[in-house]
């Protein structure tokens, strides 16, 4: 996933701003949580409440969504094996940096493919940055019944090709660092489960 530059002739320039200089203005670490599950799982849901959790307690987020990212910088790519991997690449890339400055990166994308979640995993590694990978498992029968945008109903009558958990395969996360069933879970109880789990890592204080 992660290829090397084209240009032999770059270099990565540091600056004399270090990431432990961000982290003490903000009071705060950076961190990528990676939401990833099928299309109306609650991804975006739990990421919208999260982001509202975490200002509520004086701390800098931003939400990378799938749709929003899709509409701006990913607008030039499709729904194809290939362009979902550069989707996720490019992705993966925005994240790392978001996280490089501070910012917990709350990133939620379908992202069906066990291999490029891996790419954005390794990616973060390199970088020393913590990478937190949060399976929103829900039943493809609960997800098509919520079906908040129409896209099964389209996706069974043939009007959308290559729709992950109908014509397009979804590959379970082997070991995510959360799995939140939205079939079972409540909103609050979803939000508290990753509260707690960032205070345990550290990413987070108690209060």
Not at 45 to 68: P, W
Not at 81 to 105: C, M, S, Y
Not at 146 to 167: H, M, Q, S, V
């Amino acid at each position: 996933m992660n290829q090397p530059s084209r240009d032999s002739n770059l270099t990565w320039h540091d600056g004399e701003v270090s990431r432990q200089n961000r982290t003490d203005t903000l009071g705060q670490h950076g961190a990528t949580l990676w939401f990833t599950g099928l299309s109306g799982s609650g991804k975006s849901t739990i990421a919208v409440a999260l982001e509202a959790e975490l200002h509520r307690r004086g701390k800098l987020s931003y939400r990378l969504d799938g749709d929003n990212i899709r509409l701006g910088i990913n607008k030039n790519l499709g729904f194809s094996a290939e362009d979902r991997t550069e989707n996720i690449r490019r992705i993966g890339e925005v994240a790392k940096l978001f996280a490089d400055a501070g910012v917990i990166t709350l990133s939620s994308f379908i992202s069906p493919y066990a291999a490029d979640r891996y790419g954005v995993r390794a990616l973060h590694d390199a970088a020393g940055l913590p990478f937190f990978e949060v399976y929103v498992e829900c039943p493809l029968d609960e997800a098509e019944r919520r079906d908040p945008k129409g896209l099964y109903k389209k996706a069974r009558a043939g009007e959308i090709r290559n729709f992950t958990g109908i014509d397009d395969p979804y590959e379970t996360p082997a070991a995510p660092e959360l799995t939140l069933r939205t079939d079972q879970l409540s909103l609050d109880q979803e939000v508290e489960a990753i509260i707690s789990y960032l205070i345990e890592r550290g990413v987070l204080r108690e209060g």
